[in-house]
T-cell receptor, first 117, second 112 residues
Framework: AQKVTQAQTEISVVEKEDVTLDCVYETRDTTYYLFWYKQPPSGELVFLIRRNSFDEQNEISGRYSWNFQKSTSSFNFTITASQVVDSAVYFCALSEARGGTASKLTFGTGTRLQVTL | DSGVTQTPKHLITATGQRVTLRCSPRSGDLSVYWYQQSLDQGLQFLIQYYNGEERAKGNILERFSAQQFPDLHSELNLSSLELGDSALYFC???????????FGEGSRLTVL
């Protein structure tokens, strides 16, 4: 069975601080996808990134960066120079990859990030 | 805007009642997924349809059912509602081969 663990329930930082959100996953599949989603106070789930299991290159998108390490089954998310608008709940998720088609997502419990002035 | 449309956005009903939640996927997406988000259970996968056929089933109660129609929109039917069914119900869609799911804004169900 697949499992995603986000051990950090809540993190508070002051604006401009860097913050890393941890994600550890478990799966028996050799091919899978990893995701991060953002859920702002308005409630919608916003897709941030997808990573294939065979692509361990780190990725940077503006102030966001992701560190995928297969050896430790981790897919951590760093926000550099955090801003108040980053305040949200962030979910890490895992899915099987069957024939290139997305399968159901297994979500972690989420990390609530609070960025204050 | 993800392109996934869910109606209604909010719904308040009483225990024992039945409700239907509707989802229109993004144009071209054949897969539709339903998720339930509650405080105690987190985000739980309910069911997936692909081009009208049930593809995968998760923690969906027998009181709940879903279907995907030929125009690819989907409906989630919740019956004999209980207080514990109060939750945010998300629909998501994906295109084959892409991997990522795009979520609607959710339907917030309150059972009184």
């Amino acid at each position: 069975a697949q499992k995603v663990t986000q051990a950090q329930t809540e993190i508070s930082v002051v604006e401009k601080e860097d913050v890393t959100l941890d994600c550890v996953y478990e799966t028996r599949d050799t091919t899978y996808y990893l995701f991060w989603y953002k859920q702002p106070p308005s409630g919608e789930l916003v897709f941030l990134i997808r990573r294939n299991s065979f692509d361990e290159q780190n990725e940077i998108s503006g102030r966001y960066s992701w560190n995928f390490q297969k050896s430790t089954s981790s897919f951590n998310f760093t926000i550099t120079a955090s801003q108040v608008v980053d305040s949200a709940v962030y979910f890490c998720a895992l899915s099987e990859a069957r024939g290139g088609t997305a399968s159901k997502l297994t979500f972690g419990t989420g990390t609530r990030l609070q960025v204050t002035l | 805007d993800s392109g996934v449309t869910q109606t209604p956005k909010h719904l308040i009903t009483a225990t024992g009642q039945r409700v239907t939640l509707r989802c229109s996927p993004r144009s071209g997406d054949l897969s539709v997924y339903w998720y339930q988000q509650s405080l105690d259970q987190g985000l739980q996968f309910l069911i997936q349809y692909y081009n009208g056929e049930e593809r995968a089933k998760g923690n969906i109660l027998e009181r709940f059912s879903a279907q995907q129609f030929p125009d690819l929109h989907s409906e989630l039917n919740l019956s004999s509602l209980e207080l514990g069914d109060s939750a945010l119900y998300f629909c998501a869609s994906s295109v084959r081969g892409a991997g990522e799911l795009f979520f609607g804004e959710g339907s917030r169900l309150t059972v009184l």
